[in-house]
């Protein structure tokens, strides 16, 4: 049975970072393309960064480029995201999953709370 599990996550102020991981299990990702996804209140899922498997292909979105960095180790079926200088729009759930996203893939997430 595959597994996402998320963790990381907290409450930090804003200008704070957090790290989030992500182990995946079950099978290999080591092939897929791997991404960050994210959940605020009222608001969709959105994608926030993504990484081939050749970690060349790193794409983020407009709202976190410059603050987040992802990163993966294939070998140890991991991804991490690096998040600094937070902002308390980044406030959401975050969650991994493959590119494009898999419906039963979707772990419980982490929480990430920026606030003064």
């Known amino acids: 049975q595959v597994q996402l599990v998320e963790s990381g996550g907290g409450l930090v102020q804003p200008g704070g970072s957090l790290r989030l991981s992500c182990a995946a299990s079950?099978?290999?990702?080591?092939?897929?393309?791997m991404g960050w996804y994210r959940q605020a209140p009222g608001k969709e899922r959105e994608r926030v960064a993504s990484i081939d498997w050749t970690k060349r292909d790193i794409v983020y979105a407009d709202s976190v480029k410059g603050r987040f960095t992802i990163s993966r180790d294939s070998a140890q079926n991991m991804l991490s995201l690096q998040m600094n200088t937070l902002k308390p729009e980044d406030t959401a759930i975050y969650y991994c999953n493959k590119v494009p996203a898999r419906s039963e893939y979707w772990g419980q997430g982490t929480q990430v709370t920026v606030s003064s």
């Open positions: 079950g099978r290999s990702f080591s092939t897929y393309i």
